[in-house]
C-alpha cells in the first residue's frame, strides 16, 4: 500500500476524509441495484437490461478486486469492489432466471392459449386448414423460443468459462510472484523495474477500466435498438453515477501528488469515463418512454 504519514495532521484528515466518501459510495452501490431487482421481480422479466453487459460488470469485478489486491490498495477500493461482485452477480443471476428458467414454462401455455383460440375459430368455421396452420405456428414459435435460449446459455457459459480460466491463471501468477519485493526508496539512485505482480496488477486495474466503459454501450444501444428504456430502472443509473463519482473522490482526496496518483489510474478511469456513458443513458431516459 502506498504509505501516507500519519503525522501529518493534513494527511490525516484527507484520510479520514476519504473514509467517509469511500464509504459513501459503498452505500450507493449496496442500494443500486434494490430498485432494479424489484422492478424485474415486478415485472417477472428481465429483458429491460443488457445481458452483455451484466456479464461485463461480473468480468470487470473480477480483474477490479484482483487487481487492487495485488497493487495493494486502500481497503475501501477492495471492500466496494468486492460488493460489486456480489450485487452484479445477483442481478445476473436474477436475469438469466427470468429468461431461461422462468421464460421455459410460460411460452407452453402461451402457445397452447394461441392454439386452442385458434382452433376453436377453426372448429366454428369448419376449417381444417387453420387449425393445422395454428399447429404448425405453435411449434415454429417454440423451437425458435429454444433456440433462442440455448444460443444465450451457451454464450453465458462461454463468459463464465474464460473469467474461470483467466482467475486460475491470475492466481497462478501470484502464486510464482509472490516473493518479490518492491523497491524501497532509498535504495540508490537506479530505479529498479516492477516485479511482475504489479506489472500483472496494472494489467488487471486497465482490464477492469475498459470492460467498465465499454459495459454499458451494449446497454445504450438495446435502448437505441427499441427506442424505450421499458424494463429499466432509472435509479440504476443515477445511484451508479454518485457511486462512481464518490468511489473517485475517495481516491482523489488523498492526494492530488502524481506519484501516488499513478498506481490508481485504471481504477480512475474505470470509474469517471463510464459517468460520460451514464449520463447519456440517463438522457434516453428522459427522450425514450420507459
Not at 467517509?20 to 415485472?43: A, E, T
Not at 387449425?131 to 414459435?141: E, H, L, P, Y
Not at 491463471?169 to 505482480?197: F, H, I, Q, R, Y
Request: glycine letters at 6%.
Amino acid at each position: 500500500m502506498l504509505s501516507v504519514h500519519a503525522a501529518d495532521p493534513e494527511q490525516g484528515l484527507n484520510l479520514a476524509l476519504s473514509a467517509v466518501v469511500g464509504y459513501v459510495s459503498l452505500v450507493c452501490w449496496m442500494v443500486v441495484m434494490f430498485p432494479q431487482i424489484y422492478m424485474n421481480y415486478q415485472r417477472k422479466s428481465g429483458e429491460g437490461v443488457s445481458l452483455v453487459m451484466m456479464i461485463a460488470w461480473v468480468c470487470g469485478d473480477i480483474f477490479n478486486i484482483t487487481g487492487a489486491l495485488m497493487q495493494g490498495l486502500v481497503s475501501s477500493t477492495v471492500l466496494i469492489g468486492s460488493y460489486y461482485l456480489f450485487v452484479d452477480s445477483t442481478l445476473l443471476y436474477q436475469i438469466v432466471y427470468y429468461r431461461l428458467v422462468y421464460q421455459a414454462h410460460r411460452p407452453k401455455y402461451s402457445c397452447e392459449d394461441e392454439q386452442s383460440r385458434l382452433t376453436a375459430a377453426a372448429d366454428n368455421s369448419n376449417d381444417d386448414g387453420l387449425a393445422r396452420a395454428a399447429d404448425r405456428a405453435s411449434v415454429r414459435d417454440a423451437r425458435g423460443q429454444s433456440g433462442s435460449q440455448l444460443q444465450t446459455v451457451l454464450s453465458l457459459l462461454l463468459s463464465l468459462s474464460a473469467m474461470a480460466i483467466l482467475v486460475v491463471l491470475v492466481v497462478a501468477l501470484v502464486a510464482g510472484t509472490g516473493s518479490a519485493e518492491p523497491p524501497t526508496p532509498g535504495d540508490g539512485a537506479k530505479t529498479s523495474p516492477l516485479p511482475l505482480s504489479q506489472i500483472i496488477a496494472q494489467a488487471m486495474g486497465t482490464a477492469s477500466a475498459t470492460v467498465y466503459i465499454m459495459s454499458y454501450v451494449p446497454q445504450a444501444v438495446q435502448n437505441y435498438q427499441r427506442k424505450s428504456c421499458e424494463g429499466l430502472s432509472i435509479w440504476l443509473f443515477l445511484l451508479s453515477l454518485l457511486g462512481n463519482t464518490t468511489y473517485a473522490l475517495a481516491i482523489l482526496v488523498v492526494s492530488l501528488d502524481p506519484h501516488y496518483l499513478a498506481p490508481y489510474v485504471p481504477w480512475l478511469m474505470g470509474a469517471l469515463v463510464p459517468c460520460v456513458i451514464q449520463m447519456f443513458i440517463l438522457y434516453q431516459f428522459h427522450t425514450y418512454p420507459h
